[in-house]
T-cell receptor, first 112, second 117 residues
Framework: QKEVEQDPGPLSVPEGAIVSLNCTYSNSAFQYFMWYRQYSRKGPELLMYTYSSGNKEDGRFTAQVDKSSKYISLFIRDSQPSDSATYLCAMSENFGNEKLTFGTGTRLTIIP | DSGVTQTPKHLITATGQRVTLRCSPRSGDLSVYWYQQSLDQGLQFLIQYYNGEERAKGNILERFSAQQFPDLHSELNLSSLELGDSALYFC????????????????FGEGSRLTVL
């Protein structure tokens, strides 16, 4: 079993819809949770960063962490075609970014 | 543009061969990370260097090795290549010199796509 599980999709939704992306994990020592976005033929780029449980909002994006359930989510409101990308969750035990464990990524397409 | 430069962008080689991938981190970043991305395994951490010293090791095969040079650029050497080594290899950097905190952000290059035939 992988430490981090993520539905690979692909996921296609119409423009303007609310998108929900999720990851589950098994390592209870994970404390730092991130979402990276990867456009085709590009490297991943950090989208959201959260510590421990709770919610964090940044514009149209909201990251949620539920450590009791070992479950994290990324919500995208008012989705745009420019949001079409692969979204990877990532986690680490320690402050900083040593040995980040990534999910396999969910490929998202927003249909105009 | 993340500021991380990787060369070559594409590489096609044969089984049994050896290749070297090169990474120039963002100006001033002390840490360099190497990741392997394949369709079924996703992004797998290989190894991290900090200011020339190995800091952390992930699932890196013995056939693979890396180093970080005094000018902070890094090279990943892959030898005795097998078909299964075909993947995207990403370099990332972080931790500017003098930084007092690290938020977890890695800055990734655009990757080197290795095809082993």
């Amino acid at each position: 079993q992988k430490e981090v599980e993520q539905d690979p999709g692909p996921l296609s939704v119409p423009e303007g819809a609310i998108v929900s992306l999720n990851c589950t994990y098994s390592n209870s020592a994970f404390q730092y949770f991130m979402w990276y976005r990867q456009y085709s033929r590009k490297g991943p780029e950090l989208l959201m960063y959260t510590y421990s449980s709770g919610n964090k909002e940044d514009g149209r994006f909201t990251a949620q962490v539920d450590k009791s359930s070992k479950y994290i989510s990324l919500f995208i409101r008012d989705s745009q075609p420019s949001d079409s990308a692969t979204y990877l969750c990532a986690m680490s035990e320690n402050f900083g970014n040593e040995k980040l464990t990534f999910g396999t990524g969910t490929r998202l397409t927003i249909i105009p | 543009d993340s500021g991380v430069t990787q060369t070559p962008k594409h590489l096609i080689t044969a089984t049994g061969q050896r290749v070297t991938l090169r990474c120039s981190p963002r100006s001033g970043d002390l840490s360099v990370y190497w990741y392997q991305q394949s369709l079924d395994q996703g992004l797998q951490f290989l190894i991290q260097y900090y200011n020339g010293e190995e800091r952390a090791k992930g699932n890196i095969l013995e056939r693979f090795s890396a180093q970080q040079f005094p000018d902070l650029h890094s090279e990943l050497n892959l030898s005795s290549l097998e078909l299964g080594d075909s993947a995207l290899y990403f370099c990332a950097s972080s931790v500017p010199s003098g930084s007092v905190s690290v938020t977890g952000e890695l800055f990734f290059g655009e990757g080197s796509r290795l095809t082993v035939l």
